[in-house]
């Protein structure tokens, strides 16, 4: 049976930050997975783990100091053209934590939303500019009304399904969301998950899902990746990853998916990661905190509570 090829795959990828003459910080050092077409994976680990500079490395906003990140079967790790990064940046799209970072205040819905459309010169006409962006923001549950407003108009949830539509419209082969839900509400967070399962079904995209708990990677993954100074710890099916965490550091990050409901929340248990007595060589620079605080896992049923609220 021939083998389906991978939206995306990542060899031993290394980005290093080299931060003065005597220091290098290994952000990534040395990691591997792949994504397979309409498949989300789940890329977590704390802050400072390397998830971020993971993604901007896949995206090209870095040159890789070393590894392989082969796109749709081409390799995109080495020096590319004017063109090919041209086509990488309609392809393959981000969506960022902070919506209000990268939409430009003094711009409207409509013109934010068109920027990669003005870009690439994807329309004939203006009616079908806006054509394409009425229909955008319809798919991510905004209105034509919102197009003439400005991202101070908007909440947190909207101006994130903004972000989404921006990137939407270019018809990506996949998605990187970068904690592109953390700062929101949790009944928020559940929307937008929801809004990227229905457009990953809808248009079989391909998600890199970046989050720095697991609490919302686990109803959108299908394999996660724990990821912990720069070094992939665990890697599995998200069924794997939950029913049977191997790694100290991967279980630690399961007990610390918080409980919407407070009775649940004062039996919680702690669970904290020993750095000193993982198996892992850390050759990086910078040390990191894990755990200190007390959570217990959800189950479905209380998710589905959760999100129903
Ligand atoms: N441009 C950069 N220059 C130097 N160090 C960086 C740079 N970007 C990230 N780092 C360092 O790399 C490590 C990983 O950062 P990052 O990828 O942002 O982690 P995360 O997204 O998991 O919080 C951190 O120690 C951070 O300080
Ligand atoms: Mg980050």
Redo the contacts with the bound molecule.
């Keep these: 049976m021939e083998e389906k090829q991978p939206i995306l795959e990542v060899k031993n990828l290394k980005q290093y ?1 080299k ?1 003065s003459r005597k220091f290098t ?1 290994k ?1 990534v050092d040395g990691v591997s997975f792949k994504i397979m077409p309409g498949e989300t994976y789940g890329l977590v ?1 704390e ?8 993604g901007r490395s896949i995206i090209r906003l870095y040159k890789p100091t070393d590894g392989q990140i082969i796109f749709n079967g081409q390799d995109i790790s080495g020096k590319m053209s004017k063109q090919e990064i041209s086509m990488l940046r309609t392809k393959m799209q981000m969506i960022f934590q902070d919506p209000m970072a990268c939409l430009n205040p003094r711009k409207k819905v409509m013109d934010i939303v068109a920027e990669g459309l003005d870009i690439h010169h994807s329309y004939s006409s203006q009616k079908e500019r806006e054509q394409k962006v009425y229909d955008i923001l319809e798919l991510v549950g905004l209105s034509k009304e919102h197009a003439n407003r400005y991202p101070h108009q908007f909440s947190g949830g909207q101006r994130q399904r903004i972000g989404i539509a921006r990137a939407l419209i270019m018809n990506p082969d996949l998605i990187i969301a970068d904690e592109a839900i953390s700062a929101l509400d949790v009944s928020i967070q559940a929307q937008v998950v929801n809004l990227m399962k229905k457009i990953q079904k809808d248009f079989n995209t391909s998600f890199l899902f970046i989050a720095h708990d697991l609490s919302m990677v686990k109803y959108i993954s299908d394999h996660i990746g724990v ?1 912990h100074l ?1 070094h992939l710890v665990e890697t599995g099916t998200t069924e794997e990853i939950f029913s049977n965490p191997i790694h100290p550091y991967t279980k630690s990050l399961l007990s610390a998916i918080p409980v919407p409901n407070p009775h649940v929340e004062k039996t919680r248990k702690s669970l904290t990661y020993d750095h000193d007595q993982s198996d892992v060589d850390y050759t990086v620079g ?1 040390e990191h905190h894990v755990g200190g605080t007390h959570y217990v896992l959800a189950t479905d049923e209380e998710f589905e509570k959760w999100t129903k609220q």
């Design positions: 930050f931060i910080v952000a680990g802050s400072g783990s390397g998830k971020s500079t993971t990821l720069g910078t």
